[in-house]
């Protein structure tokens, strides 16, 4: 798999498991933990791309799972570039952050949003809360964000945002629900579509 646009080409990596790939995923935690003084431990590569830049340079964007102090599983997305130059090779991590791999499109990965009270997530919640009662003629009450996601693509300039929120219905009764907003970049203003408005059942 790949993903193209036109001024560049990501290409699969076909094998993550070859000591090349699994050393950038430990390099990388390596750095993040030196950086952040934090103590994760590599535990595997899931996927990965890489782009040539040019014959010397090539980034990597790995989906890595490590393991913290407390035993749990995180997913992160890396991004390195490897430059090969006097004989030396120079590997400089420029992306780490956690999230989790879209389940139907591999090469999107949801970034988790730390601050979910910021003026412009709140923006983006209240518009899906009021484009889906537009849409539906329902008349729900935003109440909050519980937890969200976000996915930038930068060919177009698009943010997906991924929010699950809580509303009231007309019923009174309070309902959790997953919304999926697009936005666009188009100066001088972004433009918000709503993609999906679904409600989330309870487990019982």
């Keep these: 798999m790949s993903c193209e646009t036109k001024k560049e080409q990501w290409i699969q990596i076909h094998d993550t498991t070859t000591p090349c790939v699994i050393n950038f995923g430990k390099h990388a935690v390596d750095d993040h933990n030196k950086e952040k003084g934090d103590n994760l431990v590599f535990k595997k590569v899931i996927i990965g791309w890489y782009l040539e830049i040019d014959y010397n340079k090539t980034k990597l964007r790995l989906i890595i799972e490590v393991v913290n102090s407390k ?13 090969d130059k006097d004989g030396k090779t120079v590997k400089t991590v ?38 889906h009662n537009k849409i539906t003629h329902d008349n729900l009450i935003y ?7 976000y996915h930038v693509s930068t060919i177009p300039p698009v943010t997906l945002w991924k929010l699950h ?40």
């Design 143 to 149: 109440i909050c964000i519980i937890e969200g996601w």
């Design 71 to 83: 035993g749990e599983v995180i997913t992160f997305e890396v991004v390195i570039v490897v430059d």
């Design 165 to 204: 929120l809580k509303a009231k219905d007309c019923l009174g009764r309070v309902r959790e629900y997953e919304a999926l907003v697009k936005e666009e970049k188009l100066l001088p203003k972004h433009v918000l579509k709503l993609e999906h408005f679904i409600v989330i059942p309870k487990i019982c």
């Design 94 to 131: 420029i992306s780490f952050v956690p999230g989790h791999i879209d389940e139907k499109n591999p090469w999107t990965f949801w970034i988790k949003i730390h601050n979910v009270t910021e003026p412009h997530v709140q923006e983006i919640a209240k518009f899906a809360v009021e484009e």
